[in-house]
């Protein structure tokens, strides 16, 4: 496998504790290798007392004769997949090897010891706020204190050589914050830019501008460190190696020895073994779910809401979390690429993969596993295809015209945009037209040009399937043992003339959601999803799971879940006014801010009576939606939490495409309403809460605010900016957005 278990790393911990007793040398004095270290950190625990894990990366990177170190802050994934990328053509190009690392893991005030020989790589993320990403805190933390203290005592970076491409969304106020706040400090610290800051724009092509620096790069490495690019061939990460088993009905797929299960779609260890553990993004829980149902009344799109049952997890959660939901591949797509790989009837076929450079390339699935599984529950195949992946493919094309085709789309930004990017096109469909196959038939009523792609070259090249993020929408101390989530289902067109885009994980909740309300239709579904097989047909899933394990008896489904924390909080004291800004979906966390209050409401009364509330401070929810009698989300709920509040919760509504009226949306809401904001958040220092679309409804509500604060102060928009920022950074306007 691509590491060392846990017994093997104790059994060498063991021996050299044996050794050291022998010797009469205390334990702690064993000086353990880092990269011994290390691959306790990866691959196992370290059982050795004082030893620990090594957080020198510069000792790391002389042992493994590493020149290049590359950092990532990734919330998502996709700042760890660049990273990992940019490592891989470095050795290709070059043939120098890199040590990508988890900034968390590390320590920073050792940066100075780096030879100016090397070079450091920071790809960052910016999350929320401006804020950086959780695992990116401690580097930021570190660069952010006044006079930083390095270990050889400089106050200086003179020797450090870097570069650095941040990741972000410029609907967001605070576009790339991180990446640039650490290229300030360095460049203040007097350390050594070797060429232009990238930035990646979420709401653009992220894609293309990653391709953009990675291209511009290239001379400032040649030009400044003296690299001398040489034979380009490609350099496999993985093996992949074909096992010979046996196959059971009782337990699955097993070693001929019968001692180890393969994955079949389990995230985690204890998911395939079934035992306990901590339940988090490393091991999801799964989830059963206790209720579902359609919150929109009419029209042709679906909103769902979710209900999951976390009892005797040992999961907790805070209001205002959001929810990690681990989806699959829909069927059509694992059957399309199974057979471009010319493997549907290798699909069971057992494989164990083996990372050949570990520090450079991990093995992104667990192994081992089968070929099917990675590409049902591992890999992210229903994405984008890449223009960099589609290049990367054009060397194992079937015939010259198909390499022309991807060599073509690979090299050329605007055919590329056209033909790829506007169509909606997966990796497996660019395969398909480029040996000038169908798109529209099903996959198993057609014979397609197989492509004798190395499976190994999949693995580096489609990124890790990662989990979809919703905002809970329950009360973690009204429903202590379960989780709401409130999601439309995503579908749309990148052109007109493009196929239709169906959202991953909301559609497999919409498939979920159907399997349990309407009898019959899941299974109906799973064995008919060949029927349904041109563009406008909604995905089909194997929602029964791995094994069956997410299907149980009398309809009951479950799916993988973990949470994750969020800095969208409530006031402890109820004496603080909030307002409350959600259109669409994101009333989602109010929902559940307005339950954390109905629980303080009912246990006040319980204690102190009818008048528990008097001194309580209002509350105001501004929302907006299409039509009320269409997509009023949890209409039947509010009445009943503003009377039970007593009055203290006022909801204002505004709708778009209400019949016979004009057009109205919260901005609207706000304007009309300017002294009701005023009063909460101005005079009272109550707090503002934002939630839902970031490029359009989070704008133009801010908008408006600096406008109705900047009158409130006497002034205009430039006064309620400044003040505005200013709410912002004492955390008492928040915002929770998405694009």
């Known amino acids: 496998m691509g590491s060392f278990s846990d017994f093997e790393l104790s059994i060498v911990a063991v021996l050299l504790s044996i050794f050291a007793v022998y010797l009469h040398i205390p334990l702690k004095e064993i000086q353990i290798p880092a990269w011994l270290r290390q691959l306790g950190k990866n691959g196992g625990s370290s059982t050795l007392g004082g030893a620990g894990v090594s957080k020198d990366f510069v000792e790391l990177m002389r042992e493994s004769g590493k020149k290049v170190v ?36 590390y320590e920073f005030n050792i940066l100075d010891t780096l030879p100016s020989s090397t070079l450091a790589i920071f790809i960052l993320a910016t999350y929320g706020e401006g804020e950086p990403t959780d695992n990116a805190t401690n580097l930021l933390d570190f660069f952010n204190t006044p006079n930083p203290s390095f270990s050889l005592g400089s106050s200086s970076l003179q020797k450090l050589n870097y570069l650095i491409f941040g990741l972000g969304n410029s609907t967001y106020e605070h576009f790339c914050a991180t990446s640039r706040l650490l290229d300030s400090r360095l460049q203040n610290l007097q350390a050594k830019r070797i060429g232009p800051v990238g930035e990646g724009d979420d709401d653009g092509s992220l894609e293309e501008d990653y391709l953009a620096w990675k291209d511009r790069i290239w001379i400032s490495l040649e030009k400044e460190l003296g690299w001398v690019e040489g034979d380009a061939a490609a350099v496999p990460d993985f093996e992949v190696r074909e096992l010979s088993l046996e196959l059971t009905k009782e337990t699955g797929i097993h070693h001929e020895n019968g001692n180890e299960k393969i994955y079949l779609g389990e995230l985690s260890k204890q998911a395939l073994l079934s035992t306990r553990g901590i339940h988090d993004a490393k091991n999801p829980f799964i989830a059963p779910i206790l209720k579902t149902r359609e919150l929109f009344q009419a029209g042709d799109r679906n909103c769902v809401s979710m209900e999951f049952d976390i009892a005797g997890s040992g999961m907790k959660y805070q209001t205002g979390d959001h929810a990690g939901i681990w989806p699959l591949n829909p069927d059509r797509e694992v059957e399309r690429f199974l057979r471009v790989l010319n493997l549907e009837k290798k699909r069971d076929q057992a494989i164990d993969i083996i990372s050949l450079d570990p520090a450079l390339a991990k093995v992104p699935t667990p192994s081992p596993t089968t070929y099917g599984s990675v590409l049902r529950y591992y890999l992210d195949i229903s994405q984008l295809a890449s223009r960099q992946a589609i290049h990367s493919f054009a060397r194992f094309a079937p015939s010259e015209k198909a390499r022309a085709v991807l060599e073509r789309l690979g090299t050329d930004k605007d055919a590329y945009h056209s033909e790829v990017a506007e169509k909606g096109l997966k990796l497996a469909e660019v395969l398909l037209v480029a040996a000038g196959d169908s798109l529209t038939a099903a996959p198993d009523t057609v014979k397609y040009t197989p492509w004798d792609i190395p499976f190994a070259h999949i693995l580096s090249c489609v990124p890790r399937l990662q989990p979809r993020f919703y905002s809970i ?48 239709l899941g ?129 204002h509504v505004a709708f778009s495409r209400e019949l016979g009226k004009g057009r109205r949306y919260v901005q609207d809401l706000l304007v009309e309403e300017g002294g009701v904001v005023v009063d909460a958040l101005v005079e009272r220092k109550g707090y503002l809460y934002i939630c839902g679309d970031a490029k359009h409804m989070a704008r133009e509500v801010e908008a408006v605010l600096e406008s109705i604060i900047g009158k409130s102060m006497g002034g205009g928009p430039i006064e309620g900016a400044r003040e505005l920022k200013v709410l912002k950074e004492r955390k008492r306007v928040l915002l929770d957005v998405w694009s």
């Open 70 to 105: 590359i950092f990532y802050g990734s919330q998502t994934g996709t700042a760890e997949e660049y990273a990992t990328r940019l490592a891989k053509e470095i050795k290709a190009r070059y043939g120098l090897s890199s040590l990508v690392c988890n900034p968390e893991d």
């Open 473 to 520: 929408s329950s009360s973690s101390r009204l429903y202590p043992d379960s989780i709401h989530v409130t999601v439309v289902v995503s579908k749309s067109k990148p052109s007109p003339a493009g196929n239709t885009i169906y959202g991953l994980g909301s559609n497999y909740l919409l498939n979920l959601k159907q399997a349990i309300t309407e009898p019959g």
């Open 523 to 651: 299974l109906s579904l799973a064995n008919n999803f060949n029927n349904n097989n041109n563009d406008t047909a909604a995905p089909i899933y194997t929602i029964s799971g791995p094994r069956n394990k997410y299907h149980h008896e009398d309809k009951i489904y479950s799916l993988p879940l973990h949470t994750r924390p969020s800095k969208f909080r409530l006031p402890k004291s109820t004496r603080i006014p909030l307002i409350m800004i959600g259109p669409g979906t994101g009333i989602a966390p109010f929902r559940a801010f307005i339950q954390e209050r109905i629980f303080l409401a009912r246990r006040l009364k319980a204690s102190k009576g009818a008048h528990a509330l008097k001194d309580w401070a209002p509350i105001h929810l501004f929302y907006g939606c299409r039509r009320s009698d269409h997509d009023f989300l949890y209409k039947d709920e509010w009445d009943a939490y503003a009377a039970e509040l007593d009055g203290k919760f006022k909801m």
